[in-house]
């Protein structure tokens, strides 16, 4: 039945009041439906009880609201827990929640595996399976808000699961819109963080958007040798085209850039790299994100040792930057930043989920 019908997770609030109209209702009637959906995630026209019965069952002739369904769900004794969510096609995704870090966090994401192909993730070993669409980003928010009951409570949101958000450019920022429209989940851009590998055309378009969420760069090495191998795709986008485009970037008086840094023994560890580092970020607003690596099978990196770890934060310190070096969380559930293994489309957990680095990157803003 759901298939004939048309998908109202996908549609923006314009859109949704455009496609109402020739079932006979109103557009204003528009607000109340998008509200059951986006606010109050409520998925089941009976539910929605400001409706007419009429209009409810004209909805539901014309309509459906497709939604991830919840596959398993797995808590750290940290209290991070990681979603895995099946999507209609029968491929799987994870989403993650990170209590208290210092707000409540969803990590999502935005495709079914990834073609960047970073040397250190896993989630780069299943290639890129496909596009993530609008509704189903949403989803993973609106689901986890419900089974969390996190419906009334602020809650940031970072683009750090599987795949490369700017490589879904338009679900992605669609799905953006989705989440702030304040007729919806109203969830605020400054809440909200994108990470990405630094796609420049890409970088270069987000910074016009009208929805602005805070940006996240992987940069994860010091000089177009050192990255190319750990992060492919910076041979067709060197360091110095992504960082003109991070300055580039419109950012307001409050906000910084995050730079992620995948810490990895041997390869891109020593102080020199981090006097580098602060080297290339001289005159950005920026923040550092140390994240240790976790090894895993498959890796061909190390994790540095707990000394080296220090030695490097502290050589960003001295240069004047801002850095802060991740700490594990939900290791014992394997959950992270997204790096997420699913193998042939039939999840076996606890075997085939498989995390490489910590959890995501907060934002700062918490207002
Ligand atoms: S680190 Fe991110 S961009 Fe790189 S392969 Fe993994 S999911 Fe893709």
């Known amino acids: ?186 969830i605020s851009p400054r809440r909200i963080t994108l990470s990405t590998v630094g796609i420049v055309p890409a970088l270069a378009r987000l910074a016009h958007e009208p929805v602005m969420p805070n940006l996240a760069i992987s940069l994860h090495g010091t000089t177009d040798e050192q990255r190319t191998p750990l992060v492919p795709v910076n041979r067709r986008y060197p360091l110095a085209e992504v960082l003109r485009a991070c300055r580039a970037f419109p950012l307001n008086r409050r906000n910084r850039i995050t730079f992620e840094y995948v810490l990895i023994r041997d390869v891109n560890d020593s102080v020199a790299d981090a006097r580098r580092l602060a080297g290339l970020l001289k005159g950005l607003r920026a923040k550092v994100n140390v994240i240790p690596l976790n090894a895993a099978p498959g890796i061909p990196h190390e994790r540095p040792s707990a000394a080296q770890i220090d030695r490097f934060g502290k050589a960003l310190a001295d240069c004047h930057v801002t850095v802060s070096i991740r700490k594990s969380r939900g290791r014992d559930i394997r959950a992270a930043c997204g790096q997420l293994l699913v193998e042939s489309g039939q999840p076996s957990p606890g075997q085939r989920l498989a995390s490489l680095i910590d959890t995501p990157a907060i934002p700062e803003t918490t207002d």
């Open 1 to 186: 039945m759901a298939a004939a019908t048309r998908d109202l997770a996908e549609l923006e609030l314009p859109e949704l009041q455009a496609a109402l109209t020739p079932s006979g209702i109103e557009p204003y009637r528009a607000k109340q439906v998008f509200r059951w959906i986006h606010r109050r995630a409520v998925l089941d026209w009976t539910q929605m009880t400001d409706l007419a019965k009429q209009h409810r069952a004209a909805l539901a002739e014309a309509f459906h609201i497709s939604t991830p369904g919840l596959a398993a769900r797995y808590e750290s004794s940290d209290s991070t827990q990681k979603f895995l969510l099946r999507l209609a096609d029968g491929r799987h995704i994870e989403a993650v929640y990170i209590p208290n870090s210092p707000a409540d966090t969803f990590c999502v994401s935005t495709q079914v595996g990834c073609a960047m192909q970073c040397s250190f993730c896993l989630t780069a070993k299943m290639g890129l399976e496909r596009n993530l669409t609008a509704g189903e980003i949403v989803g993973q928010v609106r689901l986890l808000r419900s089974e969390l009951r996190l419906l009334d409570r602020p809650i940031n949101i970072v683009l750090m699961g599987m795949g490369e958000p700017l490589h879904n450019y338009d679900a992605t920022v669609r799905a953006l819109r989705i989440l702030t429209c304040p007729d919806g989940a109203a």
